[in-house]
């Protein structure tokens, strides 16, 4: 198995690809860091040769998974990862007549992405300063067709000088867990239990809140009107909490 890893920041010997270094080492495989800000990062033009493309284009095709990390600069990824994204778009998705986009060539690939922030954890929990990047990078990858296996935040990294031992052990940890993973997944009967569950659990939760407030079960239509309600307000916020808060902050 092979893992590239692709970083974006400013600095190739920083903080956020130490931690990705670190990841590469937990995988204990065959492994390259690249630096995008060694590429000439240019769209492609018609007739024109687009070499540094082309290098990116092979290395990505050849390994099994990647990391993809970039620190968050002003509540997004840095400029030279975002630059890597819209000029490799048509080269990691496909278009259809009708310009609906489409998983390219390295669909069913997996990968891990990191970031970091100058906040706190704490601060970083409810400001999400790292959610736009690490979202960035997902509905990339997503459209790629390139299954998610983890995510790592270094927060508060404002002075800090080295990476702290246990965020390198996670760091590690994670980059086992990478080269477990099999190179196509299903995920349809995931999803279905997941479903399953949420389902179950907001109706006992309605359930339970209609038993405390007994004024809400009095007739047919009343338990009805009010368990519809109830689920509906349980369910929004479960799935609220799913679609803009479910990064990892810490």
């Known amino acids: 198995m092979s893992i590239i890893a692709l970083f974006g920041g400013q600095d190739p010997t920083g903080l956020t690809a130490t931690l990705t270094r670190a990841v590469l080492a937990g995988a204990n495989t065959s492994s390259e860091f690249i630096d995008l800000n060694q590429y000439d990062l240019h769209p492609d033009r018609p007739d024109a040769p687009n070499p540094a493309l082309d290098e990116?284009?092979?290395?990505?095709?050849?390994?099994?998974?990647?990391?993809?990390?970039?620190?968050?600069y002003f509540g997004t990824v840095a400029g030279q990862f975002k630059q890597f994204f819209?000029?490799?778009?048509?080269?990691?998705?496909?278009?259809n007549s009708i310009g609906d986009t489409l998983p390219g060539k390295y669909r069913d690939k997996h990968y891990i992405s990191i970031t970091s922030c100058f906040a706190s954890g704490l601060d970083n929990t409810f400001t999400h300063q790292t959610d736009a990047t690490l979202t960035m990078i997902d509905k990339a990858m997503s459209a790629a067709g390139i299954h998610k296996v983890a995510e790592l935040v270094l927060p508060n990294t404002w002075g800090m000088q080295?990476?702290?031992?246990?965020?390198?052990?996670?760091?590690?940890?994670?980059g086992a867990?990478?080269?477990?993973?099999?190179?196509?997944?299903d995920e349809t009967m995931k999803r279905y239990l997941l479903l399953f569950g949420m389902i179950a659990v907001m109706a006992l939760a309605t359930m339970g809140i209609q038993q405390l407030f007994p004024v809400l079960t009095g007739g047919f239509w009343q338990r009805w009107a009010s368990f519809v309600l109830i689920f509906f307000v349980l369910l929004a916020s479960l799935l609220h909490y799913a679609t803009y808060m479910r990064h990892k902050h810490r």
Not at 63 to 71: E, G, R, Y
Not at 86 to 95: G, I, N, P, T, Y
Not at 163 to 173: C, E, H, I
Not at 177 to 185: C, F, H, I, N, V
């Open 56 to 72: 990116l284009e092979a290395k990505l095709a050849a390994a099994d998974a990647w990391v993809l990390a970039s620190p968050t």
């Open 86 to 95: 819209d000029v490799f778009r048509h080269r990691m998705v496909r278009m």
């Open 162 to 174: 080295a990476v702290p031992a246990a965020k390198l052990d996670q760091a590690q940890r994670l």
């Open 177 to 185: 867990k990478l080269t477990t993973k099999q190179q196509k997944d």
